[in-house]
């Protein structure tokens, strides 16, 4: 059975610090991999993506993979109170099934 | 482009009663997930259509849940009888393919409460 596992938190992090959220999987077939941020009562929103091993940016956000390792992080930059929500990692095998969810890190942001 | 659209936002039933949820995806959109979100857990796939067709359902329980697909377009997730282990977020969510190699976009959600 597929499963990808996430720190559930909280992470408390100051304001204008790095944000650093870690995700494993245990799928070495895993081709893509997912970061969705979820406000408390909303659904979840795409972020960023990532297919090759390396770094990959996008504003403040920088999503890392290492499949050697089963590996994916997100870091955020210049942590701002409005990045404050749970993050959540899903990874895909790239065939035609759907996305395997971690549980999410809940994320604090501290003004 | 729209997005995706479920209804309704809420529903609150009593155990054992059927409760019936509706989904629209974003328009062309082939694929269409549902999915199970409890409180403090990250969301867990229970169906997956490709056009009107299951490609996977092997997490759906069969013996209380049911979905259709029909015409390929819109798609109802139904409940019967409703325990209260069913309280929670129903999502509904669309890709372009069914690889979903650019992830997919979620729908609002149904949130149920069964008491």
């Known amino acids: 059975q597929k499963e990808v596992e996430q720190n559930s938190g909280p992470l408390s992090v100051p304001e204008g610090a790095i944000a650093s959220l870690n995700c494993t999987y245990s799928d070495r077939g895993s081709q893509s991999f997912f970061w969705y941020r979820q406000y408390s009562g909303k659904s979840p929103e795409l972020i960023m993506f990532?297919?090759?091993?390396g770094d990959k940016e996008d504003g403040r956000f920088t999503a890392q993979l290492n499949k050697a390792s089963q590996y994916v992080s997100l870091l955020i930059r210049d942590s701002q109170p409005s990045d404050s929500a749970t993050y959540l990692c899903a990874v895909n095998e790239g065939g035609a099934d759907g996305l395997t969810f971690g549980k999410g890190t809940h994320l604090i942001i501290q003004p | 482009e729209a997005g995706v659209a479920q209804s309704p936002r809420y529903k609150i039933i009593e155990k054992r009663q059927s409760v019936a949820f509706w989904c629209n995806p974003i328009s062309g959109h082939a694929t269409l997930y549902w999915y199970q979100q409890i409180l403090g857990q990250g969301p867990k796939l229970l169906i997956q259509?490709?056009?009107?067709?299951?490609?996977?359902d092997s997490q759906l329980p069969k013996d209380r849940f049911s979905a259709e697909r029909l015409k390929g377009v819109d798609s109802t997730l139904k409940i019967q009888p409703a325990k209260l282990e069913d309280s929670a977020v129903y999502l509904c969510?669309?890709?372009?393919?069914?690889?979903?190699?650019?992830?997919?976009?979620f729908g609002s959600g149904t949130r149920l409460t069964v008491v």
């Open positions: 969510a669309s890709s372009l393919d069914s690889r979903a190699r650019y992830g997919y976009t």
């Open positions: 259509f490709q056009n009107n067709g299951v490609v996977d």
């Open positions: 990532i297919y090759s091993n």
